[in-house]
């Protein structure tokens, strides 16, 4: 028992723990006027957290890694970096909400709030090595989403965005529980290396049931086809920003989290997950493909589009080798730059009254009226669909290697084939803002800030990333080592 | 470093590279002189290249390397191929930048930029020794082209937009997939490395299918064409330039470079469904060619005729056929410029590419129906032009192979001049039909200055091929000897006559095979 070695190991948590608490009583003291003050401090936490992460990723006397609180809880490179996409993530939608919000003055300091106890339980569901503490960790951050998503109440959209997310995530929580629950009955333990030992001499067949149940409840939370069903209307219907978080920090999270389940806790029985993570992975890039085409609405596209990634990502897991492990970090930080800046993009889409502008068809000839934010989201596509030399290529560039290295051809034949039908849906929004006669409904940007991120993300997936890849690729190949640890 | 002592591949990526940056923050009016000096200079970086590249010495010169990337590295070099290919690039750049110069109204910043960034691709490609960096060049080229077409074209030009980039991404992608393959069974991604590997087999039937699908699209061989005539018809008469002069090559390039020198057996294996494609291809796009009342699109169908005799050259395994099948490329690419900038110039004064609205040009453009008629005898193959040198390499090379590749792919010559002469039958002969027509002006200086070096290269090729093939010479026989142990016997046996004596004792020397 060394609870000071433990502290320090979780700081990153107890930090924003302790802050998320104080702030909580500085916006119910301070009322909707500290929105503005609790949103500062909230991002000066993520920061704080930040900090310390990247401490816990570079530092090389932390180079190993280390358990605390009895096994329940582990920290190490895969999770520092896991969590410093997600505190990234949050602090950029932290940063463009006030803007949203202030329109119709709506603007509450519970959001930063939120957002902060979404990701404390994404911090505790990355560095989790137990099937409690991944409950209450994933608990943790989806009931914060919840309430984020109806979060704008008087509006029926959010509301039943919320109402839906609710009902639905709390059906895949039950599906998770169950499974753990059979693991826990069959193999007598709930931490990860436990169960791995356990399975060591084969998987009976009520474990088996543990499994599914256990990798369909964390589908449902990556929103993987066929658990995929609420992302488009959630993602349409949650405030931007909120879906602009949605579709960041709590898929990493979870994306980290199925990671560290099948590969620490379900490590030596491979070939029992494998072929449902290849039908999920496939099932996801051509669903998220061709659903995609008939959408209207740019949200809704998105949602498809993160459904399609998804997809790609875990081609990486179904290698369940280092390198494709080191692939789906690799892709993640890609994606993550990728998403946010579209999303920021179309937040930045208002009209002339400042009403939030959805419609893909509204954009017509963006390119003439504001070539800077227009640029800026071709790049995003033409990224998201992996066309080299944006950068998007470089994420399917790694995962396709790593599969033909561990020797799934045929997988990643057909899942490359499948990315063209993906293609043809993000050649659409830039056909619509560059070869169109201009509809002249979007209104100038209003916020630096937001011009900021997004210069900021596009130039990471500009083909300058690709100088990037040298400093990337030993943390990307470090995290993946950590998560092997037990192997 | 290389032997000029600076990275002249890398300054010749970098001057459009930079300029079309600038282009897209001047005024229209500036973006158009940026991009003609950045093209210009980079002819001239070009010229010297061409100046210092040493034939008959290393097989890949001007080589540079920086490991600045991940898994892959900055690799550039080139050889006699790549040098021939990029000449072609940067002499028609500024050809294209010209003819740009008054069609294009709107956006022209954007539209400059997107040229250069052609640009930097296409030199990028022929000048890549890095397989992951050359798929990156080649591919990279959809995005400027699916905007040229889909901003700058003609009417239908978002389905030919749509069209070309998917077809082109999917023909590509499973290429990606075998290069992954590649690089792990050879352990390098160094492309002269891997065109020495001997790989399994049984694994290059698959390796090569792969490579097969992303070039055939590229050339394009039938019946994966259709994009072509409907992107040329729809592209800005610039775009239809560079699309066909340049970018057709990299299928064809794509096959030196990768199909025949890294799966020789595979390639022999597959010979016979190269040869049976090529041949449907230049009977059945010759005749479709015939029957065009659309300029562009006759010239489009040629252009996949011309390009099976290609295929058919390189598939022949010999000299000849490889050599003829380069000549047909560099050829292609002039005469094919040339004639889609012909079909530009009266397409900017009459606003149609129907054929049957002209007719009398050579009344009142009797200079526009010169260089026209020079162009199209280049194309049907005329001794004296371009054109001729190649096609006739080509055939001698497949009628080793078989006799009825030859056979059939010769009536490709025949129909070729049918098709040609009775478009300039149409064009520049008879009576002017109508008062519109009647009032065209002859070309004005700018268009002198676009055709005349096109015309004046296309003679200097058909009269002294030599200076063109010499420096591919060695490469060729580099490719040939790699492929001499799986030469396929051929049908027809055919021996050298007993005239060598009257040849030089080089050339006579690679006569003999």
Redo the contacts between chains.
């Keep these: 028992m060394n609870y000071e070695l433990w502290f320090q190991l979780a700081s990153p948590e107890i930090v924003l723990s302790l802050s998320s608490l104080v702030l909580l009583l500085i916006a119910a003291w301070g009322g909707v006027q500290s929105s503005r003050l609790v949103s500062v401090l909230t991002v000066v936490a993520l920061f704080g957290a930040l900090a310390l992460s990247f401490n816990f990723l570079l530092n090389p006397s932390f180079a190993e890694g280390a358990d605390a609180f009895y096994g329940q809880y582990r920290m190490d490179r895969f999770a520092s970096l896991s969590k410093i996409l997600v505190f990234l993530s949050a602090i950029g939608c932290i940063i463009v909400a006030p803007k949203f919000f202030a329109r119709g003055n709506l603007m509450r300091p519970e959001y930063p709030i939120l957002i902060l106890f979404a990701s404390i339980g994404m911090g505790l569901m990355v560095s989790a090595v137990d099937l409690l503490t991944l409950y209450v960790g994933l608990e943790m951050q989806s009931l914060a989403a919840y309430v984020l998503a109806s979060f704008l109440r008087s509006d029926d959209r959010s509301a039943e965005a919320g109402l839906k997310y609710f009902v639905l995530g709390a059906l895949a929580s039950g599906i998770l529980l169950f499974g753990m629950s059979l693991l826990y009955g069959f193999t007598g333990t709930t931490s990860f290396i436990g169960i791995q030992t356990a399975f060591a001499d084969g998987v009976s067949t009520g474990a088996l049931f543990g499994i599914v149940f256990v990798l369909s409840g964390l589908a449902f939370k990556i929103s993987a086809v066929p658990f995929h069903m609420w992302t488009p209307d959630v993602y349409e219907g949650a405030p931007t920003p909120v879906t602009t978080f949605f579709a960041t920090a709590p898929k990493v999270a979870a994306m980290a989290l199925t990671m560290r389940v099948a590969i620490e806790a379900f490590g030596g029985q491979q070939a029992v997950w494998q072929q449902i993570v290849i039908f999920v992975a496939l099932a996801s890039i051509i669903l998220g493909g061709v659903a995609a085409i008939g959408q209207t609405n740019i949200k809704r596209l998105l949602a498809y589009s993160s459904i399609n990634n998804v997809g790609f990502i875990l081609i990486g897991l179904a290698t369940g080798t280092e390198a494709g492990a080191s692939a789906m970090m690799t892709y993640l930080i890609i994606y993550v730059a990728m998403t946010l800046g579209s999303f920021i993009c179309v937040l930045d889409l208002n009209d002339r009254e400042g009403r939030p502008v959805e419609e893909i068809a509204k954009l017509a000839g963006l390119s003439?009226t504001r070539p800077g934010l227009a640029a800026a989201l071709a790049v995003f596509m033409?990224s998201l669909a992996g066309?080299?030399?944006l950068f998007g290529?470089w994420g399917k560039?790694?995962v396709?290697?790593a599969a033909?290295?561990a020797g799934l051809?045929p997988l990643?034949?057909i899942g490359?084939?499948a990315?063209?039908i993906g293609?043809?849906y993000y050649?659409k929004v830039?056909?619509v803002m560059?070869?169109d006669e201009p509809a002249d409904v979007i209104a100038p940007s209003d916020s630096t800030a937001r011009m900021a991120l997004v210069t900021l993300t596009a130039l990471f997936v500009s083909p300058l990333g690709?100088?990037a890849?040298?400093a990337?690729?030993p943390v990307t190949a470090g995290a993946a080592k950590a998560l092997f640890w037990a192997a | 470093m290389n032997e000029l002592g600076f990275p002249i591949l890398s300054l010749m990526l970098a001057v459009p590279m930079a300029a079309a940056v600038a282009c897209l923050f001047v005024s229209a009016n500036a973006a158009r002189w940026i991009a003609l000096l950045a093209t210009l200079v980079d002819l001239a970086l070009g010229i010297v290249l061409w100046m210092n590249f040493d034939i008959g010495g290393a097989q890949w010169q001007f080589v540079e390397k920086a490991?600045?990337?991940?898994?892959f590295s900055w690799a550039l070099g080139i050889d006699g191929i790549a040098l021939m290919l990029i000449m072609l690039s940067v002499f028609l750049m500024p050809i294209c930048i010209g003819a740009s110069w008054e069609a294009i109204e709107t956006?022209v910043g954007e539209y400059m930029a997107a040229f250069l960034l052609m640009e930097v691709l296409m030199i990028g490609v022929f000048a890549a020794q890095d397989i992951?960096l050359f798929?990156?060049?080649f591919?990279?080229g959809?995005?400027p082209m699916?905007?040229i077409i889909?901003?700058w074209g003609g009417a239908n030009?978002?389905y030919a937009?749509?069209k070309f980039?998917?077809f082109t991404?999917?023909g590509s992608?499973?290429m990606?997939?075998a290069m992954?393959?590649m690089v792990?069974e050879a352990g390098t991604s160094d492309i002269p490395t891997l065109m020495a590997y001997d790989f399994p087999v049984e694994a290059q039937a698959w390796l090569w299918l792969a490579f097969f699908a992303s070039f055939a699209v590229k050339m394009p061989m039938w019946p994966v064409h259709t994009w072509l005539p409907d992107a040329h018809v729809q592209a800005p008469t610039a775009g239809s330039v560079i699309l066909a002069g340049v970018l057709l090559k990299m299928g064809g390039y794509g096959f030196i470079r990768f199909s025949l020198p890294m799966f020789p057996e595979a390639s022999v294996d597959y010979m016979w469904l190269v040869l049976a494609l090529s041949m449907v291809a230049v009977v059945y796009t010759s005749l479709i060619a015939l029957v065009q009342s659309d300029m562009k699109k006759l010239i489009a169908y040629s252009s996949v005729a011309h390009m099976a005799i290609v295929t058919v050259g390189l598939f022949a395994f010999n000299r000849q056929g490889l050599e003829g099948a380069l000549v047909v490329m560099l050829s292609h690419g002039l005469v094919s410029g040339a004639l889609f900038l012909c079909v530009g110039v009266i397409y900017d004064r009459l606003h149609t590419r129907e054929i049957d609205r002209y007719g009398g040009l050579s009344i009142n453009m009797p200079r526009y129906a010169l260089l026209f008629l020079l162009f199209t005898m280049a194309s049907i193959g005329l001794p004296g032009t371009s054109g001729f040198v190649g096609e006739f390499l080509s055939l001698v090379g497949v009628y080793e192979v078989s006799s009825w590749a030859a056979i059939v792919c010769t009536t490709g010559i025949i129909l070729g001049a049918a098709y040609m002469l009775y478009l300039y039958r149409r064009v520049a002969y008879g009576v002017i039909k109508s008062d519109d027509v009647a009032a065209m002006p002859d070309l004005n200086k700018r268009e002198i200055a676009l055709l005349l070096p096109i015309a004046l290269v296309v003679l200097w090729m058909g009269v002294y091929p030599e200076s063109f093939m010499a420096p591919m010479r060695k490469d060729v026989g580099a490719l040939e000897a790699r492929l001499a142990s799986v030469k396929p016997a051929g049908d027809a046996q055919v021996k050298m006559g007993k005239a060598p004596a009257l040849m030089p004792a080089a050339h006579a020397e690679e006569g003999h095979h």
């Design positions: 003439k033409f066309i080299p030399p290529f560039f790694v396709f290697d033909v290295a051809i990643a034949a490359i084939a990315s063209v293609a043809f050649l830039v056909k560059y070869f690709y100088f890849t040298l990337l690729s | 490991a600045l990337f991940d898994r956006r992951f798929y990156i060049f591919e990279a959809l995005i699916y905007l889909g901003i030009r978002i937009s749509y980039f998917l991404l999917l992608v499973l990606l997939i992954f393959w792990n």
